[in-house]
């Protein structure tokens, strides 16, 4: 056998797990390291463990192993958990795959090769990570041989006929070294760069030829008659060539330079098109697409400029006019250091010879007309989008470093100016700085400490106070570049950080607020380079003063990424979608432009694949298909998708155009559903994400706000696996699915974890390393001692090193002082040589080496000039060597960090990777390009794409992307950049344009916008007449502020009328001048808001929260005086306050825009673009109203338009409508935010008129009715004691005496409402009683239990115990439904249905406005709701029969007069009308032209025909009239009054058993007489209205019960699913099963989280529940509403009139009451606590399951402890089955017990598990058996559903027979929750017939009203119904529910 052959030269020097001993590379003799030994008390881990140290005898640890032997760190390694068979097996087959590489190759073995790279593909496929991980390690391990079988693969020549057997046994090896688990694996990225480094060989001398080689054979392969290969196979083949060829190319770049790749890449190119099948298939688009990637790279490595013409496409043309005259190419270089054509190679930091540079910069056009010295549009696309970022961030910063570095140089003292100024950018400088010290963590890195005095603001603060500003201060914030600017040698230099720590902590050293004069912050260099690290140590050795510049507006690390990533897509010239980024622009002819022909994404073009949109269809059980290769204009699917689809037209074709092309745009102007129809796209991609292998989909934004709002929206559709990227999210609904919380949970494999302990040992030794260099440079600068030099002389001039010996050449030894620190000179003269002696030394004529050749004859010759000069060379020296050292150390260190990182991603990688959505801003995507380009996603989404600059927008596109879709707006805001001068806003920065997106640069057309919003169907703006308006004004603006950094406007009038007009509202203003004096002025009224973005503006432009502040400080009354009309007109405390450049995006009801421009010159700065015009326009839902100077904005075409349109509308104006001109106005024209007239709206909950001014709806809310209180206390009927009807009634607190308890005594004093539970007064009358266990005898009120736990015996113990088509395909016809509206009328009220034609379903309530009026208010309800009956005293009144004294709803209790009224009209002739009504004006009997009206219904005459006298007429409310005579036979008089033989009314007549059939209707026109319209009728029409408001009531409290049913059920099915996410949470399935996975406190935090907002959720369900409840209590019931006014006017009246009508106040009836209702809504409360009580329970249980597993978990139960719940719930649920039996509704009992049952079963297995309150349990267990047993027997009874729940009951009752520890299956539950689908159903208003059962309970039968069937009351099974339309006996008709 052969020896194996040599490793390469040239080969990078790889160090594998194992480390090779350095020895004494750190320098020091062995009488240092003698010295040192005693310090070494540790043992050294890695000398342990491999029995080897890098460090060598400089270690600073033992390493001696005897002495160490028995100390923990003498263990090697931890005792490793049994395996499991699976792994045992994947070991074994790992094992016996290895041996393969254990021995050299054998010649022509193709069975060990095939054997071998086989079993490796086997391996790469398996499920185990850590075989996976160990492969390529292995394969490129130095002690094995897999670099020789990769030889003897990549050696291999087919002979004849072997071409077959040459792919066969290539075929695996390329998908090994192509597969995704080493590709995409970060961690064992290093071995598979050393693996690819060997394939390529010198300059790809080794893969070349292979891959030649291989071609040829694919080729002959496939030509070869006798051969069959599959397509597949083939395909397989190629793909994976292409593959190994870009990636070999990537990682040797060098390879690129090979004289036969140009031949290899066409040999792929034909084999590509001999064989391919379908040009669209995706094997052949990915080869194509492969080979165009490599020919750039070669072409762009061999530099070659490409002339020919792209292909045409039909494309676009830009709206943006630019200078078409061409220009001289401009070649980038030489101009300074960092000057260069290629991008890769400039630094993106500007380097001190580029800030010097005067220079013009080189700033290449985006017009591609303009000339570039690139060819390529792709790589010119790439250069200039590059130049332009970096000369956007840097620019104006370079500019002024470049004027400060000069006027250093120029006036040293600027240094230590406290006055510095850095010209004109936004920076902060801190002179008299110094690099204090500098250290190194293994953690932190390289790390120096800058010190400076505190700012001269601060300068007469205490420290305290320095410490508090430092804190509020966003200066220094983390991540901050930072330059320091010193002089060295009269020339001045810089050094750029990064604020590395901001620490105000007054114990820290290193602190902003530990010292009274100095500051200090920490600090990184921005760039490890060599030059830096050696002048930082210069700086900090040398004590060198300078200036720190803090530039706050600059983040490396949000643009750093975003320009490595351009770097790199030159470097590979990769520019993904080039053809559609890039089209070529060419003027169409005609006069439509053509699109472009975009195909659908590659991963689409397979055959047969469609897309499925069953995910966003109305029916979710039907299905729809798309083929990606839909047209666009396709009407028929178009149709179809808006009809099956919430979508709309629009929205329909956009969907059509993102998912059939791979390069797709979304736009439309606000309001239109752009990110509805991207979460609706989203779920499509998401329905075929599997089929596709799409990976996870990227969705990119380019704020933080607007990502969160996406991905709340997918959440709110049901996407849970959604992964957020980035610490600054601010939502609380993504916190639990943030990468950094999720990952978390993820474990690393055995590789990594051994890895990474690995590399933080090696770090360790580093950092000790690394701070003993750094001492070792102070040493020698600051103590030049003969320790100091010794090292160095010994290895550089040993002749002058043994001169300095202790030992002369007798033997004798020198003592005392060194002989080195006797010869050097003074400190003296060395000082006097670093200052004015240079220019002697200067003058010398000796040279350094002139000296050493004196010092090496004899070194005490030298003068002490010339031992001077020679101690500087040798520190000079010194400091070279240890910086060099030093600089080498640190860079590796930085290369284990970056290692350590990349291990830490794969992690982040994997769990990425079975995300469905991935959520991330622009810059975090592309600072985290590295990992997710291994997560292989082929759909990236980008939203708010119109404000992503184009450089972020391509850093965007994922080398695997194969689908983008960009969605956005470009008429609205342009992105956002730091220097004017490359704004296309700017004539100078046209050629650049670098704020125009890619989005716009791209969109195609123009389309009309809305110059403000439309208002006219969203809901009026209150106290305001009109919903748009422009306050227009001449008030003069201010100009911008002197300071530099507020170069802002404002406008002080505006800021008042904008102050004095807020309401409800949100304040729109474009600049941040105004922005910072509406907060100062508002502030002082509400609370705040303010966008981070607009803080940030703020600070930008120098505004800080002190200067708001200064203008007044506001004390805590003040604050709290200020609140209190807010709170009471409940207006919102919280205003949003924004600039129009922050508000893109959002949106608000009302919005107020301060314009602030008011000039003579019309200027108005950038609000003249339309972009801007049309975000600030489009914000307003309900409302807008514009503060400005219109002459100042008129000349721009724009405002022009907008100005005119509401001049059209009168809607500008000096004052608005209510006069308002002046901030002042408001307060004294609209006080209540109304008019100044009363207000004639009803109270809804008492009928009292509003005693208050003109108001908004809200002011009804919190408005105390002053009017006496006229309700009763139920069931004693005690009038309410309050004073004022406003308060609320409480309990009744009449007190009563001598009342006997259920103890035998009696109490005085007890209060009514006492009474209604006797066992809950407190008896204090002393007993005698014996305590249980102790037996002693106390004395104790009566009341006191001595029994409770609670007792605690008070005598002294010692015994311890006182404690369209069919299913077949076929198509059948839909016929259209009708579209007219239906107009049938409602049966109670004058309104006709408004739907559309409902095919003679019920018309269901009427929502018009209610017409329900008196004199004193009117009804603001609905008028399907239940008014509010008015309890005002009755205006009927006449001065022959008197006044009505009863309550204005209520039946008059007067009797009518027949009599003429006796007034005159203003005609002058007698009033027509009866006595007692409104006279009517208009039919005077004389003058009016009615003469012909038939008014006698009875003798048919005329109005000119009868006597006045005899028949006075009443005119209804509709207005026809009719004599008295007629409509008191009509309306049915004879049934309230008793009449006499001469037709007078004489007494009142007992309506108490009577119900009224129907309200009274107008003999013409049929309409309802209107209440109160005809006093004379009021007491049979308020007897009809008071029954119809009855059964309003219970319809309507039907539907809301129903409602909430609803929600109960939902939140049950919630709290299921969130429950088994807790518990699995709870309990972490481990990654092996013979490990023990914990629960982390992120997770233990994240539970906390989730349960308290599960419990939020309840508690409010529960809140609304009980509102419902308390709205439908008895005594809110309309009619009893009215029966509690009635008794209270009848207690009013005098005694005398009250025994004289005796016999009609005894007889009003207490109106009957439904009480299902209430109890409906009862049970619905004892439902939801029932469900939250069994969720609470089980929780309970799997925490403390969790907690006996692992005792530090605390997780505390929000809310209380479940079985302390449980006792107030079964308390309710007695009393809810009591009142049910005595109602006999025995269906609720039954559930109710059921409740309870449940309850007691789970609160006795809670209990017993925990053993506390057992007993109390067990009492509880019995009962429900007992309520269980009645239950039984109440579902024998017929009432609906009855059967199944009484299945429910039998089901417990086994249950319960159990013992408390045997499991409740989930089959039982779901039995038990299965018959529990049942509950009150709702009752709809139709056209039937309503009827009472035996019980009272009312039920309604629909078509034609009658009964035909039997049936049984679904309340309490009695039967109801009939045959024959003859109903059962006992069942009546409930005429007061019809109608």
């Known amino acids: 056998m052969a020896p194996p052959a040599p490793r390469e030269r040239g080969r990078p020097f790889r160090r594998g797990l194992g480390f090779s001993e350095r020895g004494g590379g750190r320098g020091g003799s062995s009488r240092e390291v003698e010295e040192n030994r005693g310090r070494k008390l540790n043992a050294c881990r890695q000398f342990q463990q491999t029995r080897n140290c890098r460090f060598g005898a400089q270690c600073k640890f033992s390493h001696d192993l005897s002495s160490n032997s028995n100390s923990v760190g003498s263990r090697p390694f931890r005792e490793t958990p049994e395996e499991t068979p699976e792994q045992q097996r994947a070991k074994a087959d790992y094992n016996s795959w290895k041996r393969n590489i254990k021995n050299l190759p054998v010649p022509n073995d193709t069975r060990t090769i095939e054997r071998l790279w086989s079993g490796a593909l086997d391996i790469l496929n398996d499920d185990d990570r850590d075989w996976k991980q160990m492969l390529p390690r292995d394969l490129d391990d130095d002690d094995k041989y897999g670099r020789d079988h990769i030889r003897a693969l990549l050696t291999m020549v087919a002979n004849n006929h072997g071409s077959s057997q040459f792919v066969k046994l290539s075929r695996p090896f390329l998908l090994v070294i192509t597969h995704p688990a080493l590709l995409d694996c970060l961690s064992v990225d290093t071995y598979v760069g050393g693996l690819y480094n060997f394939i390529s060989g010198n300059h790809g001398t080794r893969a070349i030829p292979f891959f030649q080689r291989l071609s040829n054979s694919l080729l002959e392969e496939y030509l070869e008659a006798t051969v069959s290969t599959s397509t597949a196979t083939l395909e397989t083949t190629l793909i994976a060539m292409a593959t190994a060829l870009c990636e070999l190319l990537r990682r040797e770049q060098r390879a690129t330079f090979n004289e036969e790749l140009p031949d290899l890449l066409n040999s792929l190119e034909n ?32 530099g070659l400029v490409n002339h020919t013409e792209e292909p ?31 991008i890769t190679k400039i630094n993106i930091l500007p380097t001190e010879d580029e800030i010097r540079s005067n220079h013009p910069e080189f700033l290449p056009s985006t017009d591609l007309d303009q000339p570039h010295f690139l060819a390529d549009q792709a790589q010119r696309h790439l250069d200039t989008h590059f130049r332009l970022l970096r000369h956007d961030i840097f620019g104006e910063l370079k500019e002024a470093l470049g004027g400060l570095m000069l006027a250093v140089e120029n006036n040293s003292t600027l240094l230590d100016n406290s006055k510095l100024s850095v010209g004109n950018i936004r920076a902060y400088p801190y002179p008299k700085a110094q690099i204090k010290h500098i250290s190194f963590d293994h953690r932190q890195g390289l790390e120096a400490q800058i010190s400076f005095p505190h700012p001269l603001l601060l300068r007469k603060k205490s420290l305290p106070e320095k410490r508090k500003w430092w804190e509020d201060s966003k200066r ?43 500051a200090s912050i920490s600090a990184k260099l921005a760039t490890l380079r060599q030059d830096d690290v050696e002048l930082m140590t210069h700086l900090s050795c040398h004590n060198v003063r300078g200036v720190l510049i803090e530039f706050p507006g600059v983040l490396l690390a949000t643009f750093i990424p975003i320009l490595e990533n351009l770097q790199a897509m030159q470097k590979l010239s990769r520019l993904p979608f080039r053809q559609w980024i890039l089209p070529d622009r060419i003027s169409t002819q005609g006069s439509s432009s053509k699109h472009l022909e975009i195909p659908p994404p590659l991963y689409a073009r397979g055959p047969n694949f469609e897309f499925s949109l069953q995910k966003i269809l109305k029916d979710p059980g039907s299905n729809a298909l798309m083929s990606p290769r839909e047209s666009v204009n396709n009407e028929a699917i178009i149709d179809q998708l808006s009809a099956r689809t919430e979508l709309d037209r629009g929205q329909c074709k956009a969907l059509i155009s993102a998912l059939t092309r791979e390069f797709a745009f979304i736009q439309g102007p606000p309001g239109t559903g752009k990110s509805f129809l991207g979460v609706r796209l989203m779920r499509v991609l998401l329905d075929c994400k599997r089929k596709a292998h799409l990976g996870p989909i990227v969705v990119v934004c380019y704020t933080n706000h607007a990502l969160d709002q996406f991905l709340e929206n997918l959440l709110d559709v049901g996407i849970e696996k959604i992964l957020r990227m980035g610490g600054q999210s601010h939502s609380t609904r993504l916190e639990g699915k943030n990468l950094r919380v999720v990952s978390q949970g993820e474990g690393k494999t055995k590789f990594e974890g051994y890895t990474v302990a690995t590399i933080y040992k090696e770090l360790e030794h580093l950092e000790t390393a690394i701070n003993l260099a750094l001492d070792e440079l102070h040493d020698v600068e600051k103590r030049q001692e003969w320790p100091n030099f010794k090292k160095h002389l010994a290895n550089n001039y040993p002749t002058i090193h043994s001169k300095f010996s202790r030992i002369d050449k007798d033997g004798f030894e020198t003592v005392g002082r060194e002989p080195f620190d006797l010869w050097r000179p003074t400190g003296k003269l060395l000082g006097k040589s670093n200052s004015s002696d240079q220019s002697e030394q200067a003058n010398s004529t000796s040279t350094i080496q002139q000296i050493l050749v004196s010092a090496n004859a004899n070194i005490y010759s030298l003068s002490q000039r010339d031992r001077v000069r020679l101690i500087e060379h040798w520190i000079q020296e010194i400091r070279e060597d240890v910086t060099d050292r030093l600089y080498e150390l640190v860079k590796e260190a930085d290369g284990l960090r970056k290692k350590l990182a990349n291990i830490h991603d794969d992690v982040d990688r994997r769990v990425l990777q079975t995300a469905d959505v991935i959520g991330v801003t622009t810059t975090g995507l592309a ?31 994922l080398p695997s992307v194969e689908h983008f879709i960009q969605i956005g707006d470009h008429e609205q805001l342009r992105p956002q950049i730091n220097n004017y001068s490359l704004s296309l806003e700017n004539p100078r920065g046209l050629p650049y344009q670098l704020d125009r997106s890619q989005f716009e640069r791209l969109s195609v057309g123009e389309r009309g916008r809305p110059a403000f919003p439309s208002t006219k169907i969203l809901p009026d703006v209150v106290g305001m007449r009109k919903n748009v308006f422009w306050l227009d004004h001449d008030n003069a603006e201010e100009g911008s502020h002197e300071d530099i950094h507020q170069k802002s406007h404002s406008n002080v009038w505006e800021v008042e009328i904008t102050h004095a007009l807020v309401r409800h509202i949100v304040l729109l203003t474009p600049y941040t001048g105004q922005l910072q004096k509406l907060r100062t002025a508002m502030r002082n009224d509400f609370e705040i808001v303010i966008s981070e973005r607009d803080e940030e503006a703020l600070e930008k432009e120098g505004f800080n929260a002190e200067d708001s502040g200064s203008e007044g400080e506001q004390t805590s009354s003040q604050v709290s005086s200020r609140s209190k009309p807010l709170e009471k007109k409940k207006l919102s405390e919280l205003l949003r306050i924004s600039t129009v450049d922050n508000f893109q995006g959002e949106e608000a009801r009302v919005i107020i825009v301060s314009l602030v421009r008011s000039n003579k010159r019309k200027k108005v700065g950038f609000l003249r673009t339309t972009n801007r015009i049309n975000v600030l326009l489009s914000r307003a839902q309900h409302g807008m109203y514009l503060i400005g100077n219109a002459d100042t904005y008129s000349d721009v075409p724009m405002w022009e338009r907008v100005i005119s349109a509401l001049q059209s509308t009168d809607s500008v104006g000096k004052a608005f409508e209510m006069e308002a001109s002046q901030p002042d106005d408001f307060a004294k024209l609209s006080p209540e935010g109304g008019c100044q007239l009363a207000c004639d709206r009803r109270l809804p909950d008492c009928g009292h008129r509003c005693q208050a001014r003109c108001h908004s709806e809200s002011m009804h809310q919190v408005f105390a009715c002053p009017q006496p209180c006229q309700r009763l206390h139920k069931p004693c009927n005690h009038s309410c004691q309050k004073k004022t009807c406003g308060e609320d009634c409480g309990p009744c607190m009449v007190r009563w005496d001598n009342i006997p308890l259920p103890c035998g005594h009696s109490k005085n004093g007890v209060q009514c409402f006492q009474l209604q539970d006797l066992r809950k007064i407190v008896c204090k009358v002393l007993v005698h009683r014996q305590v249980p266990g102790c037996k002693h005898i106390v004395e104790v009120p009566c009341s006191r239990d001595v029994s409770a736990e609670s007792f605690s015996c008070p005598t002294a113990c010692t015994c311890g115990r006182c404690n369209k088509k069919d299913g077949d395909g076929q198509p059948i016809a839909k016929h259209f439904s009708c579209t007219k509206t239906c107009g049938r009328r409602f049966g109670t009220c004058n309104h006709n249905c408004p739907k559309l034609c409902h095919s003679g379903s019920d018309c269901g309530p009427c929502f018009s406005a209610c017409e329900v009026r008196c004199a004193h208010s009117r009804c603001t309800q609905r008028c399907h709701q239940a008014c509010a009956p008015c309890v005002e005293k009755c205006t009927w009144s006449c001065e022959h029969k008197g006044d009505c004294t009863m309550p204005c709803s209520a039946p008059c209790n007067r009797l009518p007069c027949n009599k003429r009224c006796s007034r005159n009209l203003s005609c002058g002739h007698q009033c027509p009308g009866i006595c007692g009504e409104i006279c009517p004006e208009s039919y005077c009997h004389t003058c009016s032209a009615k003469q012909d009206a038939r008014v006698d219904m009875l003798e048919f005459k005329s109005y000119g025909e009868i006597d006045l006298d005899e028949t006075p007429i009443v005119v209804l409310g509709c207005g026809h009239f009719f004599t008295a005579e007629t409509l008191d036979g009509h309306m049915g008089m004879s049934e309230v009054y008793t009449i006499d033989a001469l037709g007078e009314f004489t007494e009142l007549r007992d309506m108490s058993n009577e119900l009224a059939i129907s309200i009274p209707r107008c003999p013409d026109c049929q309409c309802a007489v209107r209440q109160y319209a005809t006093q004379r009728y009021n007491r049979v029409i308020n007897r009809a209205v008071i029954d119809e408001l009855s059964k309003r009531f219970l319809v309507t409290g039907k539907e809301e019960l129903r409602g909430l049913e609803l929600e109960i059920k939902k939140m049950e099915q919630d709290l299921e699913v969130s429950r088994d996410e807790i518990t699995k949470s709870l309990h972490p399935k481990p990654m092996f099963t013979y490990s023990v996975e914990k629960v982390t406190p992120a997770q233990v935090i994240g539970i906390t989280k989730k349960l308290q907002g599960r419990h939020e959720k309840v508690r409010n369900l529960e809140k609304k529940i009980k509102s419902f409840r308390d709205k439908v209590a008895e005594e809110n019931q309309p009619a009893q509403k009215l029966h509690n006014a009635t008794i209270h006017a009848a207690r009013q009246r005098s005694i005398d009139s009250l025994m004289a009508d005796l016999n009609v106040v005894d007889k009003v009836p207490a109106v009957p009451r439904d009480r299902r209702i209430t109890l409906g809504a009862r049970l619905a409360k004892i439902k939801m606590e029932h469900i939250a009580l069994v969720d609470k329970f089980s929780i309970a249980q799997e925490v403390r399951s969790a907690q006996l597993r692992q005792p530090e978990i605390s997780i505390k139960m929000p809310g209380g402890v479940p079985n302390q719940l449980a006792k107030l719930f079964f308390q309710t649920c007695r009393t809810f089955t009591n009142d049910c039996d005595a109602e006999n509704l025995p269906k609720l009992a039954v559930e109710a017990s059921i409740y309870y ?143």
Request: charged share 25%.
């Open 271 to 302: 084999i590509a098109e001999i064989t391919r099948a379908d040009r669209q298939s995706m094997a052949f688009q990915i080869v194509t697409n492969r080979i165009g990637e490599l020919r750039a790279m070669v072409a762009r490595a061999n």
């Open 312 to 342: 045409q496409l039909k494309g676009i043309s830009t709206t943006v006019v630019t200078s078409t005259y061409p220009r001289d190419v401009v070649l980038p270089q030489g101009r300074h250091d960092n000057d260069n054509m290629d």
């Open 476 to 518: 220094l914030e983390e991540g901050v570049l930072l330059c320091f600017v010193s002089l060295k040698n009269a020339k001045s230099s810089l050094l750029f950080f990064t604020t590395s720590r901001k620490c105000t902590d007054a114990k820290k050293n290193c602190s902003l607020g530990s010292h009274d004069n100095q």
């Open 927 to 957: 600072k985290r390009i590295s990992t997710l380009k291994h997560v292989k996603c082929k759909v990236v989404i980008c939203e708010e794409a119109g404000e992503v600059m184009e450089p972020h927008m391509i850093s965007a596109l």
């Open 1797 to 1939: 049952s449940r309850i007691a079963l789970a609160n006795e297995n809670f209990c017993r598990s925990a053993n506390v309150d057992v007993e109390h349990a067990s009492k509880y267990v019995e009962t429900a058996k007992e309520l269980l047993t009645k239950a039984e027997e109440l579902c024998k009874q017929p009432f609906q559903n009855a059967k199944e729940l009484r299945k429910a009951v039998e089901q417990l009752m086994k249950l319960l027979q159990r013992q408390w520890y045997e499991e409740i299956t989930a089959e039982e539950i779901a039995a038990i929750k299965n018959a529990m689908v049942s509950g009150p159903g709702g009752i709809a208003t139709h056209s039937g017939h309503w009827y009472n059962c035996v019980n009272g309970h009312p039920f309604a039968i629909g078509e034609c009203g009658m009964p035909m069937q039997l049936a049984r009351c679904p309340e309490c099974g009695e039967p109801v119904g009939g045959q024959n339309h003859q109903g059962v006996a006992g069942v009546t008709r409930a005429m007061n529910m019809e109608h």
